[in-house]
């Protein structure tokens, strides 16, 4: 079996927050009264997706070895760096400020993308430290 790192598990926590505590904890806005959708349930749904792949990605890392750990932290940077500009400024969002697609799910999806970053960065230095 492959070692565990606190790398490994730190990115498998957070992508699955991404992913799950977007769709169920601090979601977008809901439907409209007339059943259509706001603008941040579009930046929603790609926020999930993205924590599906991170997700994803991260879990495979248990498997991997430590070169191609090292391969996926670097892809991670960008990708976490879109993650952080879709609510807002690649997906737009509901006008008011005030609303919950801007004071809970953009909030979180910026903290946990950074967490993202940092823990990468943090791998990457780790894994060529130790070389």
Known sequence: MKKITFFDIALILLSLLLCLGTAFMFHPCGPK???SWMLCHWAGNVIVALGAAFS???IARLFLP????TGISIAFIPFAIIS???PGL?????MMHD?????VMKPSVVILSVLIIIISIVDIIVA???K
């Open 56 to 58: 994803a990605a991260s």
């Open 84 to 86: 952080l500009l879709v």
């Open 99 to 103: 609303m919950r697609c801007w004071a």
């Open 128 to 130: 060529a430290v130790k």
């Open 66 to 69: 430590k070169e191609i750990k």
């Open 33 to 35: 009264e007339d059943g």
């Open 90 to 94: 690649l997906v737009k969002m509901c």
